[in-house]
């Protein structure tokens, strides 16, 4: 087969540069679901990224083309194809979290984050794959099975978000969004070479997405650049009175993100280097070196911080919540969702899992756990361990003050991104700071290991920039100063840009 011919490839373009081919009648929003469409035909056989297609994209794409053509410009992602988490509901296409038991699942109502993307123009291409419920981190469920990294078949593409890192990479869609608890944006994101962002706390609504422990859930957006990141954000960040975390926004417009895209963004900055988060793996070793090498070129100054306070294999025992509030929040979202919902609480939906014959094990096991045991959000010892992230978060933000920090660094995952079938599961992963404190961080492509038989390429590796709440400006200036001038963003080859307008649609 040959390249794609076109005047105008969606291929690695990024959503700026898709929104002026499409003002410029190079490509039509039609042609562009078209295209993404089928390269999934083609490519996702492989990847298991795509849990479901919308069957409706290509119609919303054709109705959008004519609102253009009228001058009718709904938003800034008008036209634009997005994927979306399968935990997040949409009308239209059944919401699963990957579980077999929810294949039927219909919500009558969009997710928030959905709903804002419509909002902003952007046509729901389908449903990604995902970390069963979005527990763990190695992309496997029940429904869709192994979802895998474009860079490595053997290796994972992380999780729990890993459809939606997979598919962006392979651009089967201008971007994407996903969910995080714990690591969940950022590590697919990581272990895929592209970009995502999770948000100060608050600052994007959870509401119609199951969820994981409200405490720390989180979506966001994934794409293949800052840039795109910038106008995502922007699109889906607001006010939601059904998401209590959103309260703090309720006065706050939403920024323009793009006006921070600075290519000197990285001048007179101060940045932490969380020294003891970088492990022993001698491959992610080698590109943090490099990425504070290319950040001190850039005009900032980067300061080695070792605080055991810090130490991400240390909070991921001592503040986790993920049991706590399990069954007391998947039981209100469940009443919230009925009567579309098949299961009349969390037990039912586990009873229909008896033994784990349907369920993956890890999100069956887990919420056994939460079933059978007696702690709860309402509980003392949960209530404690609030107040003890409170704290943390209180001297995260006074170790910046103190060394007159504007960002922490240090890469997302401190291991090269597991192998689908490591005992360990998705391990050494450094997210959990922001998870528990609510602040925002921001995932960048680094560099990749060195070149192996399975991985010609090498597998790719992401630096976290982590900065006080709602400095996502700030965030993504330095993220984007820091892309432009180290380029790292390199395709997949596996996954390459042919003529497949051969393939039908059906």
């Known amino acids: 087969m040959n390249k794609n011919p076109a005047a105008f490839t969606p291929y690695e373009a990024s959503i700026a540069e898709i929104k002026q081919a499409l003002e410029k009648s190079e490509i039509s929003s039609e042609q562009l679901v078209k295209y993404y469409i089928r390269r999934i035909k083609v490519y996702d056989k492989i990847l298991r990224s795509i849990i479901t297609l919308n069957p409706s994209a290509l119609n919303d794409a054709i109705e959008l083309d004519k609102l253009r053509k009228k001058g009718q410009i709904k938003g800034a992602l008008h036209g634009i194809p997005i994927v979306v988490k399968d935990n997040c509901e949409a009308v239209g296409m059944p919401t699963t979290s990957g579980c077999c038991s929810l294949r039927n699942y219909y919500s009558s109502n969009d997710s928030f984050i959905v709903k804002k993307l419509k909002d902003a123009g952007a046509i729901i291409l389908g449903k990604s794959a995902l970390s069963e419920f979005a527990v763990g981190g190695m992309g496997y469920s029940s429904l869709n099975k192994q979802s895998l990294n474009p860079y490595d078949l053997t290796r994972t593409p992380g999780g729990s978000s890993s459809g939606s890192g997979s598919a962006v990479s392979a651009n089967f869609a ?19 070479n592209i970009v995502a962002i999770r948000a100060t706390r608050g600052l994007i609504s959870r509401s119609g997405i199951f969820p994981h422990t409200l405490t720390q859930d989180c979506a966001g957006p994934m794409a293949k650049y800052v840039e795109d990141i ?20 309720k006065d706050m417009p939403v920024e323009d993100y793009t006006k921070y895209l ?9 940045i932490g280097l969380l020294v003891n988060n970088i492990g022993d793996d001698q491959q992610v070793i080698n590109v943090v070196n ?6 001190k070129a850039s005009g900032a100054e980067v300061i080695n911080i070792d605080d055991d306070a810090l130490l991400a294999s240390y909070l991921l025992e001592a503040n986790k919540l993920q049991y706590y509030a399990a069954k007391d929040d998947a039981d209100e979202y469940i009443a919230k969702s009925q009567p579309a919902f098949p299961f009349e609480n969390l037990q039912k939906l586990v009873d229909d899992n008896a ?8 999100p069956y096991d887990r919420f056994v756990k939460a079933l059978t045991s007696n702690v709860s959000k309402y509980s003392e010892e949960y209530i404690a361990k609030i107040k003890q992230t409170d704290i943390l978060r209180e001297k995260i933000i006074n170790i910046m003050n103190e060394n007159n ?21 998705q391990a050494k992963r450094n997210g959990i700071i922001a998870a528990i404190t609510g602040l925002p961080a921001i995932t960048v492509p680094a560099g990749f290991s060195e070149a192996t038989s399975t991985a010609l390429q090498g597998v790719p590796v992401g630096i976290d920039f982590l900065a006080r709440p709602f400095e996502e400006g700030s965030l ?14 390199n395709p997949p080859a596996g996954f390459a840009d042919y003529d497949f307008s051969s393939i039908e649609i059906d």
């Open 174 to 192: 201008s971007g994407a969004i996903g969910t995080d608890t714990v690591n969940s944006l950022r590590s697919p994101a990581s272990a895929c």
């Open 230 to 249: 910038a106008i995502m954000l922007g699109a889906v960040a607001g006010y939601d009175p059904e998401d209590e975390f959103c309260a703090q926004i």
């Open 262 to 270: 600075n290519a000197n963004g990285l001048k007179g900055r101060r």
């Open 290 to 295: 490099k990425a504070v090498a290319d950040i």
């Open 355 to 362: 033994n784990g014959n349907k369920m993956g094990k890890e």
């Open 405 to 425: 920090l504007d960002a922490f660094m240090y890469p997302l995952q401190s291991m090269l991104v597991a192998k689908t079938d490591y005992e360990k599961g």
């Open 476 to 489: 993504i200036e330095m993220a984007y100063a820091y892309e432009q001038i180290t380029k790292h963003r």
